[in-house]
């Protein structure tokens, strides 16, 4: 079992900053991706950036020059930095991690981004 805990959500000005923490915990897993996705009112959730466990990142086309993705060394928690933000990336975003030899995925809580034009 996996837990997901996120931290760092807020509001914010349009043209601001924000940076999201996620923090896995659990034993005996390893993970294959972590990431993002948000989702806002009335919308579908939808991929905003990932990372392997090899370090390769994928983001969304809308969040692509604005948004970055990243780990620490151990591999447990994964940030998303999120620059230039726009009230069209007002949303609650949801860390997730897929791990092990199932792929089992596993969703955080999720935090609200608030930004305001």
């Known amino acids: 079992q996996v837990q997901l805990v996120e931290s760092g959500g807020g509001l914010v000005q349009a043209g601001g900053s924000l940076r999201l923490s996620c923090a896995a915990s659990g034993s005996g897993f390893s993970i294959n991706v972590m990431g993002w996705y948000r989702q806002a009112p009335g919308k579908q959730r939808e991929l905003v950036a990932g990372?392997?466990?090899?370090?390769?990142?994928n983001y969304a086309d809308s969040v692509k020059g604005r948004f970055t993705i990243s780990r620490d060394n151990a591999k447990t928690m994964v940030y998303l930095q999120m620059n230039s933000l726009k009230p069209e990336d007002t949303a609650v975003y949801y860390c997730y991690t897929r791990v092990g030899i199932s792929d089992a995925l596993y969703w955080g809580q999720g935090t609200q981004v608030t930004v305001s034009s």
């Open positions: 990372i392997t466990g090899t370090a390769n990142r």
